[in-house]
């Protein structure tokens, strides 16, 4: 996976292709949840960047990858909802790529991540697209409904979420949405591990961007 590029998810296009966060040289950017090390692209872009995340062992594979291409980032063990070490009205740019689909309370990530962006800067983020969960891609017939989109979700399962609660907790957090992408898959390049012919058919990432608003 290349250093440089942000990815908001398997086989769709990158952050260089769709341009939802802007120059970032100069800026002071928050990722939250590392798994995309997205982190490391930003840096090589000129930003600041400050990455949160609960797992020490993808925290250590991200100062890794910034050790290897000569960049640094700066690290937090933290829960997402627990931004005290930033300071308020500090944040140019906020990004997550699917970290939010294991968040129990995701108005209170919202909440917090208002907290520190500064005025009419984003928050662009990725997760699993609430429509995908209604197909077993895994099935002889994946293209088979298997569940409701409105089921909620059971005991282990990832909290699941429609587009209109995601569109309603960022607006009463006093965000903005102003970008709602559901994209298909790249044209060019590689598939990766994650591909599935589904994703052919059914949208696999939901993208949304909101800005802040309020105090």
Known sequence: ??????????????????????????????????????????????????????????????????DEEEVKVELHESDLADLAFVRADSIDVAFSAYAFDAVDDLNRVFRQVHRVLRQDCPLAFSVSHPA????????????????????????????????????????????????ILEPGPANAGPRSPEWRDTFKFVPRTLIIRARKEGI
């Open 132 to 179: 995908y969960s209604m197909i077993d891609d895994a099935a002889e017939d994946p293209l088979l409904v298997r569940r409701s989109y409105f089921q909620r979700s059971t005991d282990g399962e990832l909290p699941h979420r429609t587009i209109s609660e995601l569109f309603t907790g960022l607006t009463r957090s006093n965000f903005r949405v102003d970008t």
């Open 1 to 66: 996976m290349a250093a440089d590029v942000a990815r908001y998810g398997p086989d769709i296009p990158t952050e260089a292709e769709l341009r939802l966060l802007g120059n970032l040289e100069g800026k002071r950017v928050l990722e939250l949840g590392v798994a995309a090390q997205a982190s490391v692209a930003f840096a090589k872009q000129g930003a600041h960047t400050v990455a949160v995340d609960t797992s020490r062992e993808r925290l250590a594979a991200l100062r890794s990858r910034a």
